[in-house]
């Protein structure tokens, strides 16, 4: 008997690579082009740019951050504002509210006397003068005390030329008080031969000399129990006598002083 012949099947390489079974070249491409791997995939690249065109990347702009230093000069100004309205309106309420309570009234200043103990001009042309002014200081304020502080200073003039000066004494007016000071004033005045001249022509046309006395005295005010800073009383006085010489009878003609208030 015959033996079969032997039939060969084919077999497959288990660890061969698999053959892809979709042709490599797109169904739309010609055989010819088929050929050149590397113009197939750059017409593979022209229609997926086609397809998907490429989007331009737009440069963003940051905008620049506020300056810290301007920031800051901002914030300080606003402070600053801030505390100086809340000063002025809490030093408004102050007053307003002492106003009410102790109605306080300007302090009143008289001249009532003047006398001459020296006025003679010396040999090298000097004027030496000393005046003893009695002046008669009021409060009206019922609920008001002043301390008169020591640093006074009163200065006796003619025109421009100051004649003598001194200064008041230290002492508390208390409410609805009167007090009378007696106070010195000496001075010496060089080249004065012009300042006599103008005293004798003064009196011979008008019969009076006048003066001014200029007073800065530094004070505290007490409300009640309540004592303040130091402040400063301006006193200007504006008095007219009828001569000016040494161990005679002056008369005061007429007598104004004004006050007013330095913080």
């Not at 497959?12 to 797109?26: F, G, Q, R």
């Not at 739309?28 to 990347?57: C, F, I, N, W, Y």
């Not at 003039?157 to 008080?177: A, I």
């Amino acid at each position: 008997m015959a033996a079969d012949p032997q039939k060969i099947h084919p077999v497959y390489d288990v660890e061969a690579p698999n053959h892809p079974s979709a042709p490599l070249v797109p169904r739309s491409m010609s055989k010819s082009d088929a050929g050149d791997p590397e113009r197939v995939v750059l017409q593979q690249q022209q229609q997926q740019q086609q397809q998907h065109p490429p989007q331009h990347t737009i440069p963003v702009m940051h905008s620049r951050p506020t300056k810290k230093r301007r920031s800051c000069c901002c914030r300080f100004f606003c402070w600053l504002i801030s505390i100086l309205v809340i000063l002025i309106v809490a030093i408004g309420i102050t007053v307003g509210i002492l106003y009410l309570v102790f109605r306080p009234k300007v302090p009143k200043y008289s001249v009532d006397e003047l006398i001459v103990t020296q006025f003679d001009i010396s040999d090298n042309n000097s004027l030496s003068a000393t005046f003893n002014l009695t002046i008669t200081a009021r409060n009206p304020n019922k609920k008001i005390g002043i301390y008169y502080r020591g640093g006074s200073h009163i200065s006796a003039w003619y025109d421009d030329t100051k004649l003598c000066e001194g200064s008041l004494p230290k002492f508390y007016q208390g409410h609805r008080n009167t007090t009378v000071l007696s106070i010195p004033l000496t001075g010496q005045t060089q080249d004065a031969t012009g300042l006599q001249t103008s005293l004798q022509q003064q009196l011979q046309d008008t019969g009076n000399v006048p003066l001014n006395l200029k007073v800065n005295q530094p004070v505290r005010i007490k409300f009640g129990k309540l004592t303040l800073f130091t402040i400063k009383f301006r006193v200007r006085c504006n008095i007219v006598v009828d001569n000016l010489s040494a161990n005679s009878s002056i008369r005061i003609q007429s007598s104004s002083c004004k006050f007013r208030l330095r913080l």
